[in-house]
C-alpha cells in the first residue's frame, strides 16, 4: 500500500548461499485437472491443499457445484466426495476458511442467474455440508463480492445484483456465533475486488467500479471503537443505535428481508432471492457505515502498477498489498521477470501464514499437448516462496504500526511491548540499579576520529565479518561495558548458548568481546531483550547500526533477524547510507539488496559519492561499487545539471569554475539525478 513496500529475496537458513536469479518454478499438475472456471472459489485450507468449488466452465456452458482439492505435495487435483446439504450449482460466490477445517460459502450467482444469499458450511474433515439456522436480516444476493472473516464475523463487502448487474456497496457481517445477520450499512461501490483485515481495519482494493472502470484506489474503515461493528446485530435491521452516524449514503436503495428463514441450498432448490420474500424498499436508503472511513487513490507514478495491460491477483500477506500482474509487463522487484512467457494464470492464492503462494492456470505450448489446447484448464502451477522477497510472514505483521508511533511508524518488526517492553527497562542497567545483570559484553568504540587515527589493522577485531565473540582484556579500542542477563542470552542467542554450554573462557570470566562497532551491538542485544528492531530513538535508531546487523545476523545463522534487517534496510536506502547497505549486503550475500542498493548509488551517484558512508569503505569495494556503473554511462555537470535540479545553487557556482565537458548539450539525455543511463 505504500511506495516504500518492496519485495525483496532473502537467502536461506542454514548458511546456504541464495541464487542470485532466483525464480519460482512451474509444474505440471496431475489427476482430474479441472477447467479454467469461471468465478469460481478457490481457497488454500492449510495442510498444503486447496480447494476449488463451483464455477463456470465456459467451452460447456455449464455451472458446477463441485469441489476439487490440489494437494500441493503431489500436485494431484481430486474430485472430492461430499455429503449433506450439497448446495446448488454457482458461480461467483465466496468460500472463506474458518477455524482451520470450515469453508463458508455465501452467495453467488446460479445457472438461471439468479443471486444468491444462502450461508453453505463444508466441514473439511467429513466433506459434509450443513445449512446453519440464519437469524437476522438476510442480505440481498450478490456475486462477484468480497469475504473475508475478522474476530468471529463474516464481512461481506460489495458485489453485483439484479439482471442490470447493479454494482452494490453494501457492507454486512454474518455473527458466526450466533449465525445472526447485521443491520447493512454504505460502504464503496465495488466488485471483483479484495478485502482484508489489518491494524483493526477494513480494507478494499482493487475490482471494478460503477462504471464498469478498473480502480487503483484503497479503501478502509475502522473496526476499532465501532460498537455496531464489534458485536452489535439487529434482528430486524431497521432500527438506528445512538452510535450510528446520521449521514446518508447517495447509493442505489437498500433492499430488506420479510423473512430471516433461509432455505435449502440444493441442487434445484435456490436460496430466497426472489420477489416474493424479498421485498425493494424504495424509501429507505442505507446509513454510512459506522466509522472513519478513508480512501487513496493512486493516480500515476513508477510504483503505481498499469490496470489495462495484464491480468491483476491482488493479495494481503504479511502487512502488504501484493499484486501479481500477468503477463508482467512491470517487475514486482529489480532483477528477472517474475513470471515466464507461455502461460496463462487463472487464479492465486496465499497460505495462511503469507509466506507462499500459488498462481493456477496453463500452457500456451500446444506443441507438449498433441495440439490440443489446455488454455482453459488449470493444469500448470506456479509456486512463490515470498519469503524470498523479504516479506515477513503474519506472525511478524499481524498490527499495522499506530500512524502517531514515536519511533517512526516503521514496519520493520513488531513494535515494543508486553514482556519485551519489560525486559528492555533492565537492558544495559548496571547491577548497583537493581537490574540483576549479570554478565558484561564490550564492543569496539564508535570514536571513528580516534579509530582513524591509530593504525589497528593488525587489531583481530578490525575484520569483524570473520570474526567470533572473544574475552580479550581491555584496550583502547574497547568500548564501555554492556550489562546484559546469561539467561536471556542463552535463551535467545544460540551461539552465546554453545560458548556457554562449552563452559569457554567467558563461562568463568562472565565477559565477553564483539568485535563489531558498539552501536550496532547494542542494537543486536537490545533485540534479544525485545524481539524488535524498529527505529527506537536510543537503540537501533541508524539504518547503518541495522546494517551492522545484517551482518551478525549472518554470521550467527539468525534467519529471523536477518528478514527484519533486509526487510527495513530495502525501505530507508537514503544517499546517506546506500554505499554501507550495497557493501553489507555483499558481504552477506543478499544479492537482491545488493543490486537494489546499486541502482540507488547510480541514480544519486553525485550525492552518494560525497557522503560519509561512500568513503569509509574499503579501498576494494570503492572499485567494485564503481565497476558497477554502466560502461556507457557518462557523468554530466554544467547547465544539464541546472536542468534537472541535481545540486542547489551554491554547489553549482562552485562547479562551474572548475566545468570541464567535452559532449554535446544537444545530445546528451538525462535523468532527473544528473545521470545519463543508456
Not at 554511462?633 to 547547465?639: K, N, Q, S, Y
Amino acid at each position: 500500500m505504500q511506495e516504500d513496500a518492496y519485495l525483496m529475496p532473502a537467502s536461506p537458513a542454514g548458511g546456504l548461499q541464495p541464487s542470485a536469479d532466483y525464480r519460482p518454478s512451474v509444474q505440471k499438475a496431475v489427476g482430474h485437472v479441472p477447467a479454467c472456471l469461471v468465478n469460481a472459489s478457490v481457497t488454500y485450507c492449510s495442510n498444503g491443499r486447496i480447494y476449488a468449488f463451483g464455477g463456470f466452465d465456459q467451452d460447456t456452458d455449464e455451472v458446477y457445484n463441485h469441489v476439487l482439492r490440489l494437494d500441493l505435495n503431489t500436485l494431484r487435483w481430486d474430485l472430492v466426495d461430499n455429503y449433506g446439504d450439497i448446495p446448488g450449482v454457482r458461480m461467483g460466490h465466496t468460500a472463506t476458511l474458518y477455524q482451520d477445517n470450515k469453508l463458508i460459502v455465501f452467495g453467488g450467482e446460479n445457472e438461471h442467474r439468479e443471486y444468491l444469499s444462502d450461508v453453505v458450511i463444508l466441514d473439511l474433515s467429513t466433506f459434509t455440508w450443513t445449512l446453519p439456522e440464519i437469524q437476522g436480516p438476510i442480505p440481498r444476493g450478490r456475486a462477484r463480492h468480497a469475504a473475508v472473516i475478522h474476530d468471529d464475523k463474516l464481512f461481506i463487502v460489495g458485489g453485483i445484483a439484479e439482471e442490470n448487474n447493479l454494482v452494490l456497496d453494501d457492507l454486512t457481517y454474518l455473527d458466526l456465533q450466533t449465525w445472526t445477520w447485521s443491520r447493512t450499512w454504505s460502504f464503496a461501490q465495488r466488485f471483483d475486488h479484495t478485502a482484508w483485515v489489518w491494524g483493526s481495519r477494513l480494507w478494499i482494493s482493487g475490482g471494478l467500479g460503477p462504471n464498469m472502470e478498473r480502480t487503483t484506489d484503497i479503501w478502509w474503515l475502522d473496526l476499532k471503537g465501532s460498537p455496531s461493528l464489534a458485536g452489535l446485530t439487529s434482528s430486524q435491521g431497521t432500527v438506528d443505535s445512538p452510535d450510528m452516524p446520521m449521514p446518508v449514503a447517495h447509493y442505489p436503495d437498500s433492499i430488506s428481508s420479510a423473512s430471516s428463514q433461509q432455505m435449502s441450498p440444493r441442487s434445484g432448490i435456490y436460496a430466497a432471492n426472489s420477489a416474493s420474500v424479498q421485498v425493494r424498499n424504495l424509501r429507505r436508503q442505507k446509513p454510512l457505515a459506522p466509522g472513519a472511513i478513508s480512501c487513496h487513490r493512486f493516480h500515476s507514478g513508477p510504483h503505481v502498477p498499469g490496470l489495462f495491460s495484464a491480468t491483476h491477483f491482488q493479495s494481503f500477506a504479511s502487512g502488504v498489498l501484493l499484486d501479481l500482474i500477468t503477463p508482467s509487463d512491470r517487475r514486482l522487484a529489480d532483477g528477472q521477470e517474475l513470471f515466464r512467457p507461455g502461460y496463462r494464470w487463472h487464479y492465486c492464492t496465499v497460505n495462511d501464514t503469507g509466506t507462499k503462494a500459488w498462481l493456477l492456470g496453463c500452457s500456451l505450448d500446444l506443441t507438449n499437448t498433441n495440439g490440443a489446447s489446455e488454455e482453459n484448464h488449470m493444469s500448470e502451477i506456479l509456486s512463490i516462496d515470498l519469503e524470498k522477497y523479504g516479506l515477513l510472514g503474519n506472525e511478524l505483521s499481524t498490527e499495522a504500526p499506530e500512524p502517531d508511533s514515536s519511533w517512526g511508524g516503521d514496519s520493520s518488526g513488531p513494535q515494543v511491548s508486553g514482556l519485551g517492553a519489560d525486559l528492555a527497562c533492565a537492558f544495559d542497567q548496571t547491577p548497583e540499579a537493581g537490574s540483576g545483570a549479570d554478565f558484561v559484553i564490550t564492543a569496539i568504540r564508535d570514536d571513528h576520529d580516534f579509530m582513524e587515527s591509530e593504525d589497528i589493522d593488525s587489531t583481530p577485531s578490525a575484520s569483524p565479518s570473520d570474526s567470533k565473540p572473544t574475552f580479550v582484556e581491555p584496550s583502547p579500542y574497547t568500548s564501555a561495558p554492556i550489562h546484559v542477563h546469561k539467561i536471556i542470552l542463552q535463551l535467545r542467542w544460540p551461539h552465546f548458548k554453545r560458548l556457554y554450554s562449552a563452559q569457554m573462557a567467558e563461562y568463568h570470566t562472565k565477559r565477553m568481546h564483539i568485535p563489531e562497532p558498539y552501536s550496532v551491538v547494542r542494537a543486536f542485544l537490545y533485540y534479544l531483550y525485545t524481539d524488535s528492531i524498529a527505529g527506537h530513538p536510543e537503540y537501533c535508531s541508524s539504518v547503518i547500526d541495522v546494517a551492522g546487523m545484517l551482518v551478525m545476523a549472518n554470521l550467527y545463522d539468525m534467519p529471523k533477524l536477518r528478514l527484519l534487517c533486509v526487510n527495513r534496510l530495502s525501505r530507508e536506502l537514503d544517499v546517506d547510507n546506500a554505499a554501507i547497505v550495497w557493501e553489507r549486503a555483499g558481504r552477506t550475500n543478499e544479492h537482491w539488496l545488493m543490486r537494489r542498493a546499486a541502482k540507488f548509488c547510480l541514480t544519486h551517484w553525485g550525492r552518494v559519492v560525497r557522503t560519509e558512508g561512500f568513503k569509509s569503505l574499503s579501498h576494494q569495494s570503492l572499485i567494485e561499487l564503481c565497476e558497477v556503473v554502466d560502461t556507457e554511462g557518462r557523468i554530466i555537470a554544467g547547465p544539464e545539471l541546472e536542468m534537472v535540479g541535481a545540486f542547489d545553487s551554491a554547489s553549482m557556482a562552485e562547479s562551474k569554475d572548475s566545468r570541464r565537458s567535452t559532449a554535446d548539450e544537444s545530445e546528451l539525455e538525462v535523468d532527473e539525478e544528473g545521470m545519463e543511463l543508456s
